[in-house]
């Protein structure tokens, strides 16, 4: 499952934060999650509780999710649509020469730490 | 409580960890490439044709990633080439980390050009640097024409764009202009080769580029 591997490194990446930052518990987690960035939230949540008792960092640390909705752009007509709804045929003009604008960005947002 | 701006993306970890594997095969002058695909696209066939096809100018090692099985070892190896599979334990993907577990098991002879057969999957092997110092991505003529306007982050990263299956070209509508048009739109740098690895069509190019690649990466101090 591709979350197991995402939530190692965000725990990584996070131990690194901590360290920069002075900080020995953190409290949240709060992760961007693009719509079409191929991770499952409810999968992400279920890898993080598992793995987060395994690290004194975050063990007691809540996840938060933050989704990003899915923007496609139109070269032809030079409009935006939701990908999810339409995939790659814009429904303005019915052109497939379309391309992603937002919505597969992975990242962590913040921390709240003590 | 007080609250930390991160703005990391989920894989800095991992680029930093990337970073340092590619610099210390530089060291050993071990060029590795990262080869992505579809499941079944054709990477094994790709591979084992380059490897005896460049016999004599280039010794070739590859490291074939796989949820569990191991056929297609077997079959590098029975190339006479080194081979060593590795198991991702259900991960999709190869991150730097598994990248260099895999390295230390290996023992690659004398190749000096190493391939990592990702995962077969366009989508996340995208996203995690292996340390590699060349992508290569393959697309198969009956995966279709507009792939890169579903996975467009994977024809961005790559350097080199191999179609292969072009035999088949007969009995599928691929547009091979729509396809170039298409991946040159998302990255103007990829190189493209159509090939066969089964009638040879159009691999001398590729392998020419493979080996310019490498002795310009040869080059650089
Ligand atoms: N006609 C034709 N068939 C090909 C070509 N290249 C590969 N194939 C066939 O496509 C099938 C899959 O090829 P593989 O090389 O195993 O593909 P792969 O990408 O390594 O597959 P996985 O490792 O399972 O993801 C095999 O039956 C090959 O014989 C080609 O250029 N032309
Ligand atoms: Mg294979
Ligand atoms: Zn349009």
Redesign the pocket.
Known sequence: MHELGVVTHVIRTLEEVAQENDVTKIGSVTLTVGEVSGIVTEQIIDCWNWFKKKTPLVCEAELKIEPVPAVTWCTACEQTYETVKYGKTCPHCGSKETYLLQGSEFAIKEIEAE | MKVIEVGRAGTDANDRDADLLRRELKEKDLFLINLM????????????RTITDLRGKASIGVM?A?LASDV?AA?IEALGAASIQVHTGGCCHMDAVMTREALEAFDAGEARILFL?N??NLLCPAEYDTGAHLKVM?L?LPEGDDKPLKYPLMFRESDALVI?????APYFDFDLEAAKRRAKALNPKIEIFP?????GEGMEAWENWLLTAWERWREDA
């Open positions: 695909s579809a499941a079944g696209s054709g990477k094994t066939t790709l591979l084992s074939e796989d297609d079959a057969e995962v077969g393959i198969s292969t299956k072009m035999d088949a090939v066969s690895a089964k009638t």
